[in-house]
């Protein structure tokens, strides 16, 4: 993996919305589940799609597992096309984007 792929994937949440939004024009949709264990899982979805599922100790940790997950899964091309997190026009942190339901 080159550096340039890698800043890339430490905010996943931030370049999935982003490649997203650029490809389908509309953003895409995570949702949250506590499990009973105190885990979380989490779903991404674009449009009627699943991209990426994973579970974590966090919602937080879970979250960044799925979003990686569904770039690298569906998304590596445009990602790796895609500007620096920093280069985005509507560069925003990761906290600031709420694509969750």
Wanted: proline share 6%; aromatic share 4%; net charge negative.
């Amino acid at each position: 993996m080159d550096l340039l792929r890698a800043i890339k994937l430490h905010q996943p949440k931030l370049m999935l919305y982003h490649v997203v939004q650029e490809k389908q024009r509309t953003p895409p949709v995570i949702t949250q589940t506590e499990n009973e264990d105190g885990t979380f899982s989490v779903e991404v979805v674009a449009g009627k799609n699943v991209l990426a599922s994973a579970s974590g100790p966090s919602a937080q940790a879970a979250e960044h597992l799925a979003c990686r997950d569904a770039l690298k899964n569906h998304y590596s091309s445009e990602l790796d096309t895609a500007p620096l997190p920093a280069e985005l026009e509507s560069y925003h942190s990761e906290e600031d984007i709420e694509i969750t339901k």
